[in-house]
């Protein structure tokens, strides 16, 4: 028997697998690097909604991707830094790109940790004692309900971002304040605590540094013990970036390659995992 010429078995595969074949041939539904941004000008406006302060970032409307996406959200719920770093609004309009709308809500009543936390007169213990859930988990509700009630929003998905990380599981809790998100993702998170994963009833994936005190490599097998022994099993991705430490997923030494590269990965990761637990691939 002939074996068939490799041109007519490729197209016989690319014929074949025309819809397995991910991005190529749709370029306006596909997510890659480009649609991170580093640097720049944020895009998105800010908004007050009785004492909530908002950064809200719409994506194209015309986009084939924000068109599939119409009713689902994105609330990013920020590091420390909060709405004063450009960064984390930047990250935002990453998700519009991605084709979600993005709010993100100050956390921090305007007054968050200062860029850099060793600057002296600031006290981190005293700063995350004033920010405990007590303070944060209604400022968060708040959120949720403005999008559902008034945003007219269905289903939402929450990546968090170090302090944020922990609101993410905390919201994923089917008794959270004004019915939770559906689906979370956390970078680097910080203060999370096992009884906050383990009961967590959405699907959850987890970006970690290498080089993290605050999510060490104890920390990880623990949380992934949690997750894989949890009696009502949930969907979950652990996924580890070397070269990286704390705080990657929002901001990194972009002249190293392996950084700029975990960064990009981290938030494709999420994005992707979004997609998937929506069922929007
Ligand atoms: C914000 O406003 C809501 C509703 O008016 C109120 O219940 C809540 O206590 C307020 N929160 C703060 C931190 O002032
Ligand atoms: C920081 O705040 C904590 C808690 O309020 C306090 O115990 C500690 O002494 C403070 N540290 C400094 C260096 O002021
Ligand atoms: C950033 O990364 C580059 C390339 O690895 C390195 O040469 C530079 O020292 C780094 N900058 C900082 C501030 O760490």
């Not at 697998?17 to 480009?34: F, H, I, R």
């Not at 013990?225 to 580890?240: D, F, S």
């Not at 002249?255 to 990761?269: S, V």
Request: hydrophobic share 40%.
């Amino acid at each position: 028997m002939r074996v068939p010429s490799f041109s007519i078995l490729s197209t016989a595969l690319l014929l074949v697998g025309g819809s397995v074949a991910g991005c190529y041939g749709k370029p306006s539904t596909c997510l890659d690097a480009s649609i991170v941004a580093h640097t720049g000008t944020p895009v998105g406006k800010e908004v007050k909604h009785g004492n909530l302060t908002l950064y809200i970032s719409q994506p194209d409307k015309k986009n084939a991707r924000a068109k599939a996406r119409a009713g689902a959200a994105v609330l990013l719920l920020t590091d420390v830094f909060g709405l004063a770093l450009p960064e984390n609004r930047l990250l935002a309009d990453s998700y519009a790109r991605a084709g979600y709308l993005t709010v993100v809500p100050d956390l921090f009543n305007g007054s968050p940790a200062p860029g850099d936390i060793n600057v002296p007169g600031f006290n981190t213990t005293e700063f995350l004692a004033q920010h405990g859930p007590s303070v944060t988990d209604p400022i968060i509700a708040a959120t949720v309900s403005y999008l559902r009630s008034k945003l007219g929003v269905i289903r939402i998905a929450a990546p968090g971002y170090c302090f944020g990380g922990r609101y993410a599981f905390r919201f994923l809790d089917d008794d959270a304040p004004a019915g939770g998100v559906d689906v979370g993702f956390a970078a680097h998170p910080s203060l999370l605590e096992a009884g906050e994963i383990a009961a967590i009833r959405g699907p959850v994936s987890i970006a970690a540094a290498d080089n993290d005190n605050l999510f060490d490599a104890a920390a990880r097998a623990a949380a992934e013990k949690v997750l894989a022994e949890k009696p009502e099993k949930v969907p979950y991705q652990v996924n580890l970036y070397s070269g990286t430490s704390h705080g990657f997923g929002v901001r990194v030494n972009l002249t190293d390659p392996q950084q700029k590269y975990a960064k990009e990965q981290a938030f494709l990761q999420a994005a992707r995992w979004f997609d998937h637990s929506f069922g929007l691939e």
